[in-house]
């Protein structure tokens, strides 16, 4: 596998591959695709390896994974980046990263699975960086996203959606979901609308006054 076509930097959303369980060889390849910058994190390079994957970038403080620099022989041409920063994860450090280089938009995969630390603290950088990147997180099951204040998109009846805040959010209505709810307060933990699905072909519109929420389109393989 390889990202292979030419665009311009920072034109398209970069791609991350963190360590965490990998998705399916299709997904991967369909982002592969038209993913023209890849970073990988020091954990997953000897799976990326195995793949074949090419990639622009090694990032992490490689303190684990002392062999990453030898595994790298099949990709001589790659830019290493040392992060030695013990007060951030890998995956934080990459997306700033990606930041610093002026990228406006990246993918995350193999975020998700394995350890649950590791899954809350990967899903809540979504909003840590909202103000600097758009990250969209990508696995075989969910995409995962922060909602703006007014979001609309057209979707298929029975598309499942669920609707995440992470701390507080207030003034929360939707229309055209399956179980709507209007100038709501939802807080992780107590009231979220999760498991929720359009009801029917067509827009679905979601609104809150305040707080980060984000916005998890799921399927059952």
């Known amino acids: 596998m390889s990202s292979h076509h030419i665009v311009r930097e920072g034109q398209e959303p970069a791609l991350i591959i963190a360590n965490g369980e990998a998705c399916s060889n299709e997904l ?3 982002l592969l695709e038209w993913s023209p910058y890849v970073v990988v994190l020091d954990g997953a390079i000897a799976r990326v390896n195995e793949l074949g994957i090419k990639v622009d970038v090694l990032l992490g403080d490689f303190d684990s994974h002392e062999h ?3 595994k790298m022989q099949p990709q001589m041409s790659i830019e290493i980046v040392h992060t ?3 007060n951030k994860t890998d995956l934080q450090k990459g997306i700033e990263f990606l930041i610093e280089r002026n990228f406006a938009a990246v993918n995350i995969i193999w975020a998700t699975g394995r350890r649950a630390d590791h899954n ?3 899903v809540t950088d979504v909003v840590r ?3 600097k990147i758009n990250i969209v997180m990508i696995d075989d099951y969910s995409r995962i996203f922060q909602l703006p204040t007014t979001f609309k998109k057209w979707y298929v009846k029975g598309s499942p959606i669920s609707l995440m805040p992470v ?3 207030k003034g929360f ?3 055209g979901l399956l179980y709507n709810l209007t100038d709501a307060e939802l807080q992780l933990g107590y009231r979220t609308s999760s498991s929720n699905e359009a009801a029917e072909d067509g827009i679905v519109t979601i609104v809150h006054e305040s707080g ?3 916005l998890m389109e799921c399927k059952d393989l």
Do not use: F, I, R
């Open 84 to 86: 030695p920063n013990q």
């Open 28 to 30: 991967l390849g369909q």
């Open 173 to 175: 209505s939707s229309s």
């Open 68 to 70: 990453a620099l030898e």
């Open 129 to 131: 960086y909202k103000d």
């Open 167 to 169: 701390g507080t959010v």
């Open 120 to 122: 809350l603290s990967n």
């Open 212 to 214: 980060d929420l984000l």
